[in-house]
């Protein structure tokens, strides 16, 4: 923590794209809304490995990791006090001395079908083609719909719009969450329902990641945190952890709290042609969300293990 005058500076990291300037906003909107004049902030743009490469599958250069390793150095190197992540984006395991502090208020979990020539999945033409980066995106649409054709779409949310209006596909999917955090909440066609594509772990939740040594920051913005969501993404994320995820493997999570103690979970893991889904879901303590996600994780490798991790025969 820098203090240049009697106010506190909070140096935010962020990537340069505008959903993750939107989400750095939202944090530090929340922050001055809280500590006024008391906090003064500085935004650090860095742009990360993800951001440069465009052209290949996340699955075939590196997995999550790539739209946050620059900012973790950044903050080991002490150029920056929080980086603000998409969760999603996270990969399971943090670097030993780094730590998600805080969870904001989770946005829409749903997945986004997005099309000028049909009304939602279901009504896309035989041979159709729909555009996505996400490998569980591509592996629901394969197992309701193998007629369809996908292709690589890469970038962030206004490239890959664009490419849907310059007919690269006739459709694609994208969070909720983002859409409407970019006011773009006018561009979805139709809200897949979480009962027919389950989300990514951690979709549509804003985390902030610490130094784990650093007790000045982490008392200021744990005032932000939302407890539903850290227990939904403590769920979640342990799920992810347990099956090793990465961009690899087809993995989806959703757990909700009930406000009184409870959570319930719901897991999948498919193939990466659609083929076969495994599911399972849980009940139980809030307090025991982590314990949950890695139980449900288990049960799932061991009846889909190798038919959806492969390597691991």
């Given at each position: 923590m820098k203090n240049h005058s009697d106010a506190r500076q909070i140096r935010i990291g962020t990537r340069g794209s505008a959903l993750a300037l939107a989400q750095a906003t939202e944090v530090q909107n929340r922050l001055a809304a809280i500590y006024g004049d008391e906090v003064q902030f500085e935004r650090v743009v860095i742009k990360t490995t993800g951001d440069k490469i465009l052209d290949k599958a996340l699955s075939l250069v590196g997995g999550k990791g790539l739209f946050t390793k620059e900012l973790e150095e950044a903050l080991f190197a002490d150029q920056i006090d929080i980086a603000v992540h998409s969760m999603k984006d996270v990969q399971a395991f943090l670097p030993d001395g780094l730590e998600i502090a805080c969870n904001l208020p989770r946005e829409d979990v749903r997945d986004a079908f997005i099309s000028t020539k049909a009304k939602s999945l279901s009504d896309l033409p035989?041979?159709?083609?729909?555009?996505?980066?996400?490998?569980?995106?591509?592996?629901?649409?394969?197992?309701?719909?193998?007629?369809?054709k996908t292709v690589l779409f890469r970038g962030n949310v206004q490239s890959r719009l664009r490419k849907l209006e310059e007919g690269v596909a006739d459709a694609t999917l994208l969070a909720s969450a983002g859409l409407n955090r970019l006011g773009l909440s006018d561009r979805i066609t139709d809200h897949i329902p979480v009962e027919e594509m389950l989300p990514a772990p951690a979709q549509g939740a804003i985390g902030i990641e610490i130094r784990s040594d650093d007790q000045v920051t982490r008392?200021?913005?744990?005032?932000?945190?939302?407890?539903?969501t850290g227990y939904a993404i403590n769920a979640e994320r342990a799920f992810l952890s347990e099956l090793d995820g990465s961009c690899r493997t087809p993995i989806a999570a959703l757990a909700r709290y009930d406000g009184h103690g409870k959570i319930s979970f719901k897991g999948s893991i498919l193939t990466p042609d659609g083929a076969r889904i495994y599911e399972t879901t849980r009940e139980g303590s809030a307090n025991d969300a982590a314990a949950m996600g890695k139980d449900a994780a288990k049960e799932l490798f061991a009846v889909g293990g190798k038919d959806c991790f492969p390597a691991t025969e």
């Open positions: 035989e041979g159709a083609v729909v555009g996505t980066a996400s490998i569980r995106r591509e592996a629901f649409i394969k197992n309701k719909r193998p007629d369809l008392e200021l913005i744990m005032a932000l945190h939302d407890e539903a």
